[in-house]
């Protein structure tokens, strides 16, 4: 008997899933544990093992394939039944359908939602061409065939519940699939409108282009979504470095041993953190639910801290950061961010952040504003260091200064209250000592 290999849902808010690589090929035997491909979420890369022994064979889907959650995307046939089995499936989609379709064609079809075992193939041992698809999906036209828009379940869910008609949704899924965030932003036509409507403007194509893929692609849907949906304000503070210089001087060896080291973004984690307690507004999620949106104080701070990789973004979380003391809380963000870089994170370490940072300081950047991660209400943007002439009441003094911007999320935080937060965090930043209570 087969056993079903299926694209794996590694979180809850996980929708769909990207092949990266398979590490078997088709008729190979695999043994139950043994890594068969690697899969990237919107968040982090993961390896998907054998929940069988067996044979490898109905691969449906190739490299950067993009598929749902719970498809199955292979078998795993019995040792006496793989002998027997064909490694590659019958049906018209992923790696058989490659063989018995043109590129072409997969493309016409996935882009309108064809299944292409409807398609007879008039190319060379039966292989399906364009022009099969383009004449089957002619004759469904004429034939006024309903339009079923490709979409997923939570966004069939949504539109039915705001109104919407899906046939009017732009989808950002792979091959246009509608997606629940496309729903919100739609706009809802009556069904018997008098007016017709303008044709959509046709704008030449450059030949350079590709489309966004992977964890690139969900960045630019998420953080998309945040701008048009979330009014931001932002406020910006500088941060007097001075002694919290000279306690890293003092407090760096003995930081060391515990396996990190005491940066700006310590320092700033640790301020946040105990700030977040005293202003915990800010400390929030703010989540659509319906027509309605829903508010969500946290009392412990998962603090994201975001880390450049390779191919976009990550925010590997710091779990109850606010119990956390500076040695325990360095060792933590240095082995986060290590790891983030060597695609190491599980799951639980990317998700459910309460409040995030963002620090360009390592580059020659003196200020900037983030854009939210939603749900979350806040993030605070951190620049470069840098040394400027401060007034000190008689003389000039040469102080390092650290320029800070806050952005919130005007729907659940006034501007009173987010400056409140900022001035609590400038006077952790230059009274350190406050912080090691």
């Known amino acids: ?28 035997a695999v043994e139950k544990g043994e890594v068969l491909l690697e899969v990237q ?9 054998a929940t069988a022994s ?68 008039s190319g ?14 002619e004759r469904a036209g004429a034939e006024g065939a309903p339009a079923h828009p490709r979409a997923t379940p939570a966004a069939r869910r949504l539109g039915r ?53 992977g964890r690139r692609r969900v960045i630019a849907q998420r953080l998309g979504q945040s701008w048009q949906s979330a009014p931001h304000i932002f406020l910006t503070t500088s941060l007097d470095l001075t002694r919290t210089e000279r306690l890293s001087a003092e407090l760096g060896a003995a930081v060391a041993v515990g396996g990190g080291r005491l940066t700006p973004t310590v320092w700033i984690a640790r301020a946040a953190a105990a700030a977040l307690q005293r202003h915990p507004r800010l400390n929030a999620w ?65 998700s459910g952040a309460t409040f995030t940072i963002s620090n360009l300081g390592i580059y020659p950047v003196e200020q900037f504003t983030a854009i939210l991660n939603p749900p979350e209400v806040a993030i605070l943007a951190v620049g470069r260091a840098q040394m400027q002439p401060v007034w000190n009441g008689s003389v000039f003094e040469p102080r390092r200064q650290l320029q800070v911007t806050l952005s919130a999320d005007h729907r659940a935080v006034d501007g009173a209250v987010a400056a409140a937060f900022l001035a609590e965090l400038k006077e952790l930043i230059e009274e350190p000592a406050r912080l090691l209570l």
């Open 1 to 28: 008997m087969s056993t079903p290999v299926i694209m794996p849902k590694f979180g809850m808010a996980q929708e769909e899933g990207t092949i990266i690589r398979w590490l078997k090929e088709p008729g190979m």
């Open 41 to 49: 979420t919107d968040k982090i890369d993961m390896e998907v093992e």
């Open 54 to 121: 067996g044979i490898l064979v109905d691969v449906r889907y190739g490299p950067e394939a993009t598929v749902p959650v719970t498809t199955v995307i292979a078998q795993i046939a019995g040792p006496d039944e793989g002998k027997q089995a064909p490694t590659g499936s019958g049906a018209p989609t992923g790696a058989a359908g490659e063989r018995r379709a043109s590129p072409v064609a997969q493309r016409m079809a996935a882009a309108s939602g064809l299944d292409l075992g409807q398609v007879a193939g």
């Open 124 to 137: 060379p041992a039966g292989r399906i061409t364009k022009q099969d698809v383009a004449e089957l999906l």
């Open 161 to 213: 519940e705001r109104g919407v008609s899906l046939a009017a949704v732009a989808g950002s899924g792979p091959a246009g699939r509608i997606q629940a965030v496309d729903v919100p932003a739609a706009v809802i036509v009556p069904a018997a409108s008098p007016v017709a409507e303008a044709p959509a403007l046709q704008l030449p194509v450059g030949s350079g282009g590709e489309p966004l893929r």
């Open 286 to 350: 703010l989540q659509l639910a319906g027509e309605q949106l829903l508010f969500q104080q946290h009392q412990t701070v998962h603090l994201g801290v975001a880390v450049a990789v390779a191919d976009g973004l990550l925010v590997p979380v710091v779990r109850d950061a606010q119990k956390l003391g500076l040695t325990a809380l360095a060792a933590a963000v240095g082995d986060l961010a290590q790891r983030a870089r060597a695609g190491q994170l599980r799951p639980e370490e990317v």
